[in-house]
């Protein structure tokens, strides 16, 4: 094993598990039965089609179950019983994840086997596979390049293809983790690529419909991980590239205490990939997650259709579960401290970072703590999500949760002694309208009756889901008073602001953990949300014309001068709010979608001033389309050629009216059939118009769809339901509701403090690659009102949070001007069809570090240019994205930068849009595509670039990206060209001419030893076939000082030959290159066979390997 990804990402990582604070061992690429370690028991597999080790798995299964008087009572029956469960479970036709989920309750909680005559009455017992109390009990392996055979699969000779997981992770003998290593390297993707890869291996791309992977493998699997070493993300075998998380906090250790399980001599290249290796896999942190914080539940994936997924922690909730716990541990009660009980607190974490999972792994944890399983649990929550998650919790233990949803319930269920979870749950508040309709009876927040004192144990935990809302209620008040000795803690997504926040931290004590917007950011768990502000110019109405151009329509206002137009309009909601408002703000809401989130496939809300403004808004929005519609048929239609001719125009030469008809017109099939939506609550005195609005099913239907991706217009017929574009609502939905599709909120309603903090989340969550960002546009002004409720916040509990656009646009300034710097440019663009000029600038690229810095700075000019689009403000910089593209385009082909070169279609469909529609403009869409070196129009590629510095420069870079990919194959030869490669580089510096005549002539050697055609060697060595050629190489190099009579050259080639038909004999074996113990048989013959030669028998030792190194990478030749 060798390269850069072995050497900077794979080989530190084993070191660091492998460190004596860390306890696994190591070994690599066990294959069967035959392989054993030196002075260990076999590493027993049955073959590359077992993902088990059971030679270590029965021996720990001895070893973990013991009958009280310490005998074992575990048989080889009772053993196959145990691991035929642990591996065959899962309902029929379920898949890997019932499987998987079958396996990981036996995994957590053992399985029953026949019971033993004698002992406990015969009954059954259930066998334990993992000590999960004493970590240092079990056994903990790590392997490297284990190969599992692919079902089903075969490669082109006819023999089982395999997948080779770079490492997987083995307690007890069961595969727990599995890791996939990329290369260290700044170009984009490489992280992507192991997800990928991990997704394959686990046959989850369902894209692909033959058989990529090894189920049998995952069947066990808790944890994925793919890493860089500078990236490294954490999932489980379901998730999708989005759903993979940073680990930035190793808690408990510090960064000393990481640092401590290092000590190889990259791990500088490695610095994510060991906080996450510290945190994750340390032997016990392991078992902790495994036990109590992976979770299975059901997510929506299209309209109507849900599927089971497998979850794993994120960092910041491990340690909010442990800070919990402690404080649970070691916080006096309420009788010691003699006033308040000290063990609660709250749970601070941002909108959109798992707080309902928190909760679920809290509970789980507590379960499983010694002084802490004895706790009844009570939880005051609205959502039947959480409720639903924690019941499967509840039920996986063997307790059946209690659900109170009356008052009259909670004396009964409260007042039992049992160690029971209990939900308190609490009705949704959707208008005030709604409110006064409750019962009673019902438990909303300020009509529930007291109780008095129901159960005064110490041993009661009331975790309360959104803090912030319920505090302050009756129905929290009440339960203090019944439960007066029990702890409590606070889960918010949203700062507890203003003049409640002392009385939030009095209520539940001070914070346990805080997670903030800027983390949640900074960690990708969600997406930065932009701020726009907008009031419509008829609010003035003072006999100013409206102008009917887009750019026109509406302006942005200050703070200062919204308050003026509040003055002059004493009641400025009529005002907003009449109809003709509300069909121009609809108009431009309408066309502000179209020309941005529609195109990426994103989606929106409308929140309204009221229920009837919700529906009127509809109206409007559907008129708006209509309207829109009408004017690009109209421009496609007119003689004039108003359409065509925008479309001819360069993107940054059309008008802002002219950008939305080609903006609209791309999306026109799609355009004229979505639908807006209201969800608003019912009412008594409703418009009897409005009842499909408020029904809860309909309400349901439109979530769904809403929800769901636009579907291909050409698939819809008369009787399919309409997509659903954006929802309007009053105050529904603004909080608890989830859709990650949506990326923009138009808010036409005044809002403050928390309820405005969390409608503006509704368009953090991340949603793919694409979703860079979420945008809050704002008709109501109440930009004022968020940054007051924003700094109402302690400045270092408040990070994050919206952004003007004004200050992206700033950002893009600066980014222009980075960009220019590295390329040397002055405010003068060249003209990208000079091919010279633009290879001028691509030669300052040929350092690969300046290269690397390019890319970063391009990737960060073009995302926040894409966040703009298609804002005036972007019309200035839409030649120099397409410059800057293209120059890195011209970079990737020269520098042979095939796999980690700049790629137009990684960041939003309109940058790449713009980028490719430029290179087909010039007419160099075949010219600047990557070549390989054997490649049949490599020369012609070559000769057409304008310079000798460019032609020797594409020719270098293209033999050096050959070699080493292709230096296992023969590496004497391949030695010998990257010797001569570097020996031109340094005779011929900044002598372009000459550079070009000696690569011509390296080149075509290189791709003469590429072929079997070799001009350096005799002809009767050109003979032989390219692995043959590889061998006497490799033999002659070590035999010989360089100079070879005839009988020497004769007799190595006889023994060449003798060589190849040992491989070839070996090869008849269909695992030959996937098993150890058959490679270690092929190297003992040619070991045998150079040994009895008495040219190579004193090199023998270092030749065998070499050789079978060099049939290894030639097997096609066999």
Same mark, same amino acid.
């Given at each position: 094993?060798?390269?850069?990804e072995y050497?900077?990402?794979?080989?530190?990582l084993?070191?660091?598990?492998?460190?004596?604070?860390?306890?696994?061992? %190591?070994?690599?690429?066990?294959q069967?039965?035959?392989?054993?370690?030196?002075?260990?028991?076999?590493?027993?597999?049955?073959?590359?089609?077992?993902?088990?080790?059971t030679?270590?798995?029965?021996?720990?299964?001895?070893?973990?179950?013991?009958?009280?008087?310490?005998?074992?009572?575990?048989?080889?029956a009772?053993?196959?019983?145990?691991?035929?469960?642990?591996?065959?479970?899962?309902?029929?036709?379920?898949?890997?994840?019932?499987a998987?989920?079958?396996?990981?309750?036996?995994?957590?909680?053992?399985?029953?086997?026949?019971g033993v005559?004698?002992w +406990?009455?015969?009954r059954?017992?259930?066998?334990?596979?993992?000590?999960?109390? =004493? @970590?240092?009990?079990?056994?903990?392996?790590?392997? *490297?390049?284990?190969?599992?055979?692919?079902p089903?699969a075969?490669?082109?000779?006819?023999?089982?293809?395999?997948?080779?997981a770079?490492?997987?992770?083995?307690?007890?003998?069961i595969?727990?983790?599995?890791?996939?290593?990329?290369?260290l390297k700044?170009?984009?993707?490489?992280?992507?690529k192991?997800i990928?890869?991990?997704?394959?291996?686990?046959?989850?791309?369902?894209?692909?419909?033959?058989?990529?992977?090894?189920?049998?493998?995952?069947r066990?699997v808790?944890?994925?991980i793919?890493?860089?070493?500078?990236?490294?993300?954490?999932?489980?075998?379901t998730?999708?590239?989005?759903?993979?998380v940073?680990?930035?906090?190793?808690?408990?250790?510090?960064?000393?205490?990481?640092?401590?399980?290092?000590?190889?001599?990259?791990?500088?290249?490695?610095? !994510?990939?060991?906080?996450?290796? =510290?945190g994750?896999?340390?032997?016990?942190?392991?078992?902790?997650?495994?036990?109590n914080?992976?979770?299975?539940?059901?997510?929506?994936?299209?309209?109507?259709?849900?599927?089971?997924?497998?979850?794993?922690?994120?960092?910041?909730?491990?340690?909010? #579960?442990?800070?919990?716990?402690?404080?649970?541990?070691?916080?006096?009660?309420?009788?010691?401290?003699g006033?308040?009980?000290?063990?609660?607190?709250?749970?601070?974490?941002?909108?959109?970072?798992?707080k309902?999972?928190?909760?679920?792994?809290l509970?789980?944890?507590?379960?499983?703590?010694?002084?802490?399983?004895?706790?009844?649990?009570?939880? #005051?929550?609205?959502?039947?999500?959480?409720?639903?998650?924690?019941?499967?919790?509840a039920?996986?233990a063997?307790?059946k949760?209690? #659900?109170?949803?009356?008052?009259?319930?909670?004396?009964?269920?409260?007042?039992?002694?049992?160690?029971?979870?209990?939900?308190?749950m609490?009705?949704?508040?959707?208008?005030?309208?709604?409110?006064?309709?409750?019962? $009673?009876?019902?438990?909303?927040?300020?009509?529930?009756?007291?109780?008095?004192?129901i159960?005064?144990?110490e041993?009661?935990?009331?975790?309360? +889901?959104?803090?912030h809302?319920?505090?302050? *209620?009756?129905?929290?008040?009440?339960?203090?008073?019944?439960?007066?000795?029990? !702890?409590?803690?606070?889960?918010?997504?949203?700062?507890i602001?203003m003049?409640?926040?002392?009385?939030?931290?009095?209520?539940?004590?001070?914070?346990?953990?805080?997670?903030?917007?800027?983390?949640?950011?900074?960690?990708?768990?969600?997406?930065?949300?932009?701020?726009?502000?907008?009031?419509?110019?008829?609010?003035?109405?003072?006999?100013?014309?409206?102008?009917? !151009?887009?750019?026109?329509?509406?302006?942005?206002?200050?703070d200062?001068?919204?308050d003026?137009?509040?003055?002059?309009? $004493?009641?400025s909601?009529v005002?907003?709010?009449?109809d003709?408002?509300?069909?121009?703000?609809?108009?431009?809401?309408?066309?502000h979608?179209?020309?941005g989130?529609m195109?990426?496939?994103?989606?929106?809300?409308?929140?309204?001033?009221?229920?009837?403004?919700?529906?009127?808004?509809?109206?409007?929005?559907?008129?708006?389309?209509?309207?829109?519609?009408?004017? #690009?048929?109209?421009?496609?239609?007119?003689p004039?050629?108003?359409?065509g001719?925008?479309?001819d125009?360069?993107?940054?030469?059309?008008?802002?009216?002219?950008?939305?008809?080609?903006?609209? %017109?791309?999306?026109?099939?799609?355009?004229?059939?979505?639908?807006?939506? @209201?969800v608003?609550?019912?009412? &008594?005195?409703?418009?009897?118009a409005?009842?499909?609005?408020s029904?809860?099913?309909a309400?349901?239907?439109?979530?769904?769809?809403?929800?769901?991706?636009?579907?291909?217009?050409?698939?819809?017929t008369?009787?399919?339901?309409?997509?659903?574009?954006?929802?309007?609502?009053?105050?529904?939905?603004?909080?608890?509701?989830?859709?990650?599709?949506?990326?923009?909120?138009?808010l036409?309603?005044?809002?403050?403090?928390?309820?405005?903090?969390?409608?503006? $989340?509704?368009?953090?969550?991340?949603?793919?690659?694409?979703?860079?960002a979420?945008?809050?546009?704002?008709?109501?002004?109440? *930009?004022?009102?968020?940054?007051?409720?924003?700094?109402?916040?302690?400045?270092?509990?408040?990070?994050?949070?919206?952004?003007?656009?004004?200050v992206?646009?700033?950002?893009?300034?600066?980014?222009?001007?980075?960009?220019?710097?590295?390329?040397?440019?002055?405010?003068?663009?060249?003209?990208?069809?000079?091919?010279?000029?633009?290879?001028?600038?691509v030669?300052?690229?040929?350092?690969?570090?300046?290269r690397?810095?390019?890319?970063?700075?391009?990737?960060?000019?073009?995302?926040?240019?894409?966040?703009l689009?298609?804002?005036?403000?972007?019309?200035?910089?839409?030649?120099?994205a397409?410059?800057?593209?293209?120059?890195a385009?011209?970079?990737?082909?020269?520098? *042979?930068?095939?796999?980690?070169?700049?790629?137009?279609?990684?960041?939003?469909?309109?940058?790449?849009?713009?980028?490719?529609?430029?290179?087909?403009?010039?007419?160099?869409?075949?010219?600047?595509?990557?070549?390989?070196l054997?490649?049949d129009?490599?020369?012609?590629?070559?000769?057409?670039?304008?310079?000798?510095?460019?032609?020797? &420069?594409?020719?270098?870079?293209?033999?050096?990206n050959?070699i080493?990919l292709?230096?296992?194959?023969?590496?004497?030869?391949?030695?010998?060209?990257?010797?001569?490669?570097?020996?031109?580089?340094?005779?011929?510096?900044?002598?372009?001419?000459?550079?070009l005549?000696?690569?011509e002539?390296? &080149?075509q050697?290189t791709?003469?030893?590429?072929?079997?055609?070799?001009?350096?060697?005799?002809?009767?060595?050109?003979?032989? &076939?390219?692995?043959?050629?590889?061998?006497?190489?490799?033999?002659?190099?070590?035999?010989?000082?360089?100079?070879i009579?005839?009988?020497?050259?004769?007799?190595?080639i006889?023994l060449?030959?003798?060589?190849?038909?040992v491989?070839?004999?070996?090869?008849?074996?269909?695992?030959?290159?996937?098993n150890?113990?058959?490679l %270690?048989?092929?190297?003992?013959?040619?070991?045998?066979?150079l040994?009895?030669?008495?040219?190579?028998?004193?090199?023998?030792?270092?030749?065998?390997?070499?050789?079978?190194?060099?049939?290894?990478?030639?097997?096609k030749?066999?």
């Open positions: 094993m060798s390269g850069p050497k900077y990402v794979e080989a530190p084993i070191a660091q598990l492998t460190h004596r604070t860390m306890g696994w061992r %190591h070994v690599v690429g066990i069967g039965a035959e392989l054993q370690a030196p002075g260990a028991d076999p590493y027993i597999r049955h073959g590359a089609d077992s993902a088990l080790l030679g270590i798995l029965r021996r720990q299964l001895g070893r973990l179950n013991r009958t009280p008087n310490g005998t074992a009572w575990l048989d080889d009772r053993v196959a019983v145990a691991i035929s469960a642990l591996s065959k479970g899962g309902a029929p036709g379920g898949g890997l994840i019932a998987n989920e079958a396996s990981t309750q036996a995994l957590i909680e053992g399985v029953a086997v026949p005559d004698g +406990d009455g015969g059954a017992q259930k066998v334990r596979f993992v000590d999960w109390e =004493a @970590p240092e009990n079990n056994d903990f392996l790590v392997v *490297s390049q284990f190969p599992m055979t692919i089903g075969r490669d082109d000779h006819g023999k089982p293809r395999k997948l080779i770079d490492l997987v992770l083995f307690v007890n003998g595969p727990l983790v599995v890791i996939e290593c990329k290369k700044a170009g984009q993707g490489d992280a992507h192991a990928q890869q991990l997704r394959r291996y686990a046959n989850q791309r369902r894209d692909s419909f033959v058989p990529e992977g090894s189920e049998q493998l995952f066990t808790q944890l994925t793919a890493t860089t070493g500078d990236t490294a993300l954490l999932g489980t075998f998730s999708r590239p989005q759903d993979y940073v680990w930035r906090d190793a808690h408990p250790f510090d960064t000393e205490r990481v640092e401590e399980t290092t000590f190889h001599k990259h791990d500088a290249f490695a610095g !994510a990939q060991k906080v996450l290796t =510290a994750v896999l340390h032997p016990h942190r392991l078992l902790d997650i495994v036990r914080f992976v979770v299975f539940k059901d997510i929506e994936v299209s309209e109507g259709r849900t599927a089971r997924v497998k979850n794993g922690p994120r960092y910041q909730q491990y340690r909010a #579960v442990h800070k919990a716990v402690e404080r649970l541990l070691t916080g006096e009660t309420k009788q010691v401290h006033k308040d009980d000290q063990r609660g607190g709250i749970v601070w974490h941002t909108q959109g970072s798992g309902s999972l928190t909760m679920v792994f509970v789980r944890k507590l379960r499983s703590t010694p002084g802490l399983g004895h706790f009844k649990i009570v939880i #005051v929550t609205d959502r039947r999500q959480l409720q639903k998650q924690l019941a499967e919790t039920e996986l063997g307790e949760p209690d #659900v109170i949803t009356h008052a009259s319930e909670v004396p009964k269920v409260l007042a039992l002694e049992n160690a029971g979870l209990v939900f308190v609490i009705q949704k508040q959707q208008d005030a309208e709604k409110a006064r309709q409750n019962a $009673a009876d019902s438990l909303a927040h300020e009509a529930t009756p007291g109780w008095g004192l159960n005064n144990r041993g009661i935990l009331i975790l309360v +889901d959104e803090a809302r319920s505090h302050g *209620s009756a129905l929290h008040q009440n339960l203090m008073e019944s439960l007066p000795n029990a !702890a409590r803690i606070g889960f918010t997504g949203t700062p602001i003049n409640r926040r002392k009385l939030t931290t009095t209520t539940f004590g001070e914070f346990i953990d805080t997670y903030r917007l800027k983390d949640a950011e900074d960690d990708g768990a969600i997406v930065p949300i932009y701020y726009e502000g907008h009031i419509a110019k008829g609010a003035v109405n003072e006999g100013e014309t409206l102008d009917e !151009a887009f750019e026109e329509e509406f302006e942005e206002l200050t200062e001068q919204y003026e137009l509040q003055k002059r309009y $004493a009641k909601s005002v907003l709010n009449a003709d408002m509300i069909r121009r703000k609809a108009r431009h809401m309408l066309r979608y179209v020309e989130a195109k990426e496939g994103f989606k929106a809300q409308v929140v309204a001033h009221s229920r009837g403004i919700a529906v009127r808004y509809r109206e409007a929005l559907c008129d708006a389309r209509d309207e829109l519609v009408a004017e #690009v048929e109209k421009a496609a239609k007119a004039a050629r108003t359409l001719k925008a479309q125009l360069p993107a940054e030469d059309r008008t802002p009216k002219q950008r939305l008809l080609v903006s609209a %017109h791309k999306q026109i099939a799609l355009l004229k059939v979505i639908d807006f939506v @209201p608003i609550s019912p009412d &008594s005195e409703d418009d009897p409005w009842a499909s609005w029904d809860g099913n309400q349901e239907n439109a979530i769904t769809a809403f929800r769901s991706p636009f579907p291909n217009p050409a698939e819809l008369a009787e399919s339901a309409k997509p659903v574009a954006i929802l309007i609502v009053r105050t529904m939905l603004l909080t608890g509701f989830d859709a990650p599709i949506e990326q923009v909120m138009y036409d309603r005044r809002m403050r403090e928390a309820e405005l903090l969390q409608a503006v $989340a509704r368009v953090n969550r991340t949603y793919g690659e694409k979703k860079q979420g945008f809050v546009v704002d008709y109501a002004g109440v *930009s004022r009102a968020l940054l007051d409720a924003m700094a109402a916040y302690a400045s270092d509990e408040a990070e994050g949070g919206t952004v003007k656009i004004e992206e646009e700033n950002k893009l300034e600066h980014q222009y001007d980075a960009l220019r710097h590295h390329l040397g440019l002055t405010r003068e663009l060249i003209d990208p069809s000079d091919t010279a000029a633009v290879h001028r600038l030669d300052t690229l040929e350092d690969e570090e300046r690397i810095t390019y890319r970063k700075l391009l990737r960060a000019f073009l995302n926040t240019f894409d966040l689009l298609p804002r005036e403000a972007t019309r200035r910089y839409q030649r120099p397409k410059l800057f593209g293209f120059i385009q011209v970079a990737k082909q020269r520098f *042979s930068e095939e796999e980690d070169g700049f790629d137009p279609a990684a960041y939003g469909e309109r940058v790449a849009e713009l980028i490719n529609e430029h290179v087909k403009a010039l007419g160099v869409e075949r010219a600047i595509e990557p070549t390989r054997t490649s129009d490599f020369r012609t590629k070559v000769e057409q670039l304008p310079s000798s510095r460019a032609k020797a &420069s594409m020719m270098a870079h293209a033999v050096r050959h080493e292709h230096f296992q194959e023969n590496p004497v030869a391949y030695n010998r060209l990257r010797e001569r490669l570097e020996e031109i580089l340094k005779k011929y510096a900044e002598d372009w001419a000459q550079q005549e000696a690569f002539n390296l &080149s050697k791709q003469d030893v590429a072929e079997g055609r070799d001009s350096g060697l005799p002809e009767d060595v050109r003979s032989l &076939s390219k692995l043959e050629q590889a061998v006497y190489q490799q033999l002659t190099a070590v035999v010989t000082d360089g100079v009579t005839d009988e020497a050259r004769l007799d190595l006889g060449t030959r003798e060589v190849r038909a491989a070839v004999r070996h090869s008849a074996r269909k695992d030959l290159f996937y150890t113990a058959a %270690h048989d092929l190297q003992s013959d040619i070991w045998m066979l040994a009895v030669n008495d040219r190579t028998h004193p090199a023998v030792d270092s030749l065998a390997p070499a050789v079978r190194e060099i049939i290894q990478h030639n097997k030749d066999l």
